[in-house]
C-alpha cells in the first residue's frame, strides 16, 4: 500500500499542477455546502477516470475521492457548525474519499484526525486536500473493518452504506467502537442499505446535488445526519 499510494501522490500532484483546463482536470474549489474546505475535484470525474485509465494502460480504482458525495457534506457541515463535538478530540474518517469530514474536523479543532480509505488515490487526495486547508490529516490505506480496537474519541461515516457487502462490514465496526465508548456519526443521503432501525436522525440538512448524480431529478437532496440508536 505504502508503494500505491506513492505512487498516487505523485500522478495526483503532476495532474494539479498540469497546464490547461477542461472535463478531464483537477482543480482547487471550494467544496459544495461547506466553502470552508477547498478541494481537489475532477470537473467531471468519469472524464477524469477514462483519461487517466488509457494513459496508464490498465484499470484504476473508481475515483470517489474526486466527488464530494452528499453524505459527507452534510457530516462537515454539521462539524463545522457544531465544532464542539470534534473539538480537543480524536477523530477517525471511515472511507474518507476526499477528505472533507477529516478537514473539517481538523478545522473544528480536533486533537487529532485520521482519515482512512483502502485507496491509494484516496488516501494521497486526502494528504493533498489537507495540505491545501493547511490542516494536519494522518492518511492511512489500512483496512480498518475488522479491528476490533480503535483509540479514537469520534468516528465519522459519510456515504458508506451503499451497498450490502459495505453495510455488513461497517455497521459492526460502528457498533463496536460505540460501545467502547466512542461516538459515531453517519452522513447518509438515504441510500438503500442504510440501517435505520438501528440509528438515530440528528440532523437533516439539504444538500445541492451535483454532476456526479445524474439520477437525481431535484437540486437539492435531503441527507441525514445520525447516530446509533
Do not use: C
Not at 482512512?116 to 493547511?134: E, F, G, K, M, Q
Not at 456515504?159 to 453517519?186: E, H, K, S
Amino acid at each position: 500500500m505504502r508503494d500505491a499510494a506513492a505512487d498516487a501522490m505523485t500522478e495526483l500532484e503532476r495532474e494539479i499542477h498540469a497546464p490547461g483546463a477542461g472535463l478531464d482536470r483537477l482543480r482547487l474549489v471550494p467544496a459544495p455546502f461547506v466553502p470552508e474546505v477547498r478541494l481537489h475535484l475532477a470537473e467531471d470525474a468519469i472524464v477524469w477516470w477514462a483519461r487517466m485509465e488509457a494513459a496508464a494502460g490498465r484499470a484504476l480504482p473508481a475515483p470517489y475521492w474526486a466527488s464530494a458525495w452528499a453524505g459527507g457534506q452534510a457530516l462537515a457541515r454539521h462539524l463545522l457548525d457544531h465544532p464542539e463535538l470534534a473539538a480537543g478530540r480524536r477523530v477517525l474518517d471511515l472511507a474518507a474519499g476526499s477528505g472533507l469530514v477529516a478537514i473539517a474536523a481538523a478545522l473544528a479543532g480536533a486533537a487529532e484526525v485520521t482519515a482512512n480509505d483502502i485507496d491509494p488515490y484516496a488516501v494521497a487526495a486526502v494528504t493533498l486536500n489537507a495540505r491545501a486547508n493547511h490542516v494536519a490529516v494522518d492518511a492511512t490505506g489500512d483496512d480498518l473493518l475488522d479491528s476490533t480496537e480503535a483509540k479514537v474519541d469520534l468516528v465519522v461515516a459519510g456515504d458508506v452504506f451503499y451497498d450490502r457487502a459495505m453495510a455488513d462490514r461497517i455497521l459492526p465496526f460502528l457498533q463496536r467502537v460505540a460501545a467502547a465508548g466512542a461516538d459515531v456519526l453517519v452522513g447518509d443521503p438515504g441510500r438503500g442499505h442504510l440501517p435505520t432501525d438501528r440509528l438515530t436522525v440528528l440532523a437533516d440538512y439539504p444538500v445541492p446535488t451535483t454532476s456526479t448524480e445524474p439520477s437525481v431529478d431535484s437540486s437539492l437532496r435531503h441527507v441525514q445526519v445520525l447516530r446509533p440508536a
